[in-house]
Structure formats: C-alpha cells, structure tokens
C-alpha cells in the first residue's frame, strides 16, 4: 500500500523478509537504506510519473543521492510491517531535502535526512519547475511535521 496523504507525507508498507534481517535475526543497516530508496521512487511515482518517464521525457534527467545522515534509533525483525513515510523537507535549485522516517505500528525506529540531486549528463540541472511544483512542500520552509 502506498499513498500521500494531505499533510504532504506519502506512507509505503513494506513487510520485513529474511533476506532483509542478518544473523542476529534484526534487520540489517543496508535493508533500511533499499526500504527507503523504495519511498521516495514511490513518493515521485505518484507525484510525478515513473523515474523511467521521467528520464526519458526530460532528456535524460536523473536523481542521485548527495547526502544521507541516518539515525537508527531501535530495530526491526523478520515479518514486521513497517511504514515507510518520505516528505519533501525542502527544495533548492538543482536538489531537493526529503525527510524520511522508518515506523512499526507507529514507533519510530529509523529517520533520515536525504539530499537528492538532479542531473543530467553527470551534471546537476535545475529541478524541473513542473515537478518542483509536485514535490514542493505545502507547509513552512522546513516541510509537513510528521504525524504518529
């Protein structure tokens, strides 16, 4: 299930498998950063159109991962159901600052701030005014509070 809801905040559930856990039976560091990676494609999926269309329609455009500071705060294991939530933090000229937080029934577990640059023959581009106005956030400059 994905959605966003009015606040700005899109909501990805994703079930915890064995292959994402290691050896302790915890959810490996790396599986959070794939679970992530997963809510912004879906965020921009249905703001915006498929990262496929997208390059193709805008000539090549694509979006890179500039910075990503990461707080693990408690763990997750094998069949939890997580939630996923990814908003838009801020917008500058060529990258936008996406907030994202990892959830278990509404405990937070994860939360990250994520620079994703746009590019286009390995060179940052303005952010197309389109989707700047898709995925600009609706609040104040620092973008939606999350909610529990």
């Known amino acids: 299930m994905s959605e966003t809801d009015p606040s700005g905040i899109h909501r990805l559930a994703l079930r915890v498998y064995y292959e994402d856990t290691d050896f302790s039976g915890f ?17 921009l999926r249905g703001l915006a159109g498929d990262q496929s269309d997208l390059h193709r ?48 029934e509404g405990e937070l577990l994860v939360k990250a701030e994520v620079v994703v640059a746009c590019v286009r023959d390995g060179r940052a581009i303005r952010l197309p005014d389109a989707l700047r106005r898709v995925l600009s956030p609706e609040c104040d400059p620092a973008g939606p509070a999350p909610t529990a």
């Open 27 to 43: 959810v490996y560091h790396a599986s959070y950063l794939r679970f992530m990676e997963r809510g912004r494609t879906e965020l």
């Open 57 to 104: 329609d805008a000539a090549g455009l694509h979006f890179v991962v500039r910075r990503m500071v990461i707080d693990y705060a408690k763990p997750a294991r094998m069949d939890d159901l997580l939630e996923i939530r990814t908003w838009t933090a801020a917008m500058k000229g060529a990258s936008m600052h996406l907030a994202q937080e990892v959830r278990r």
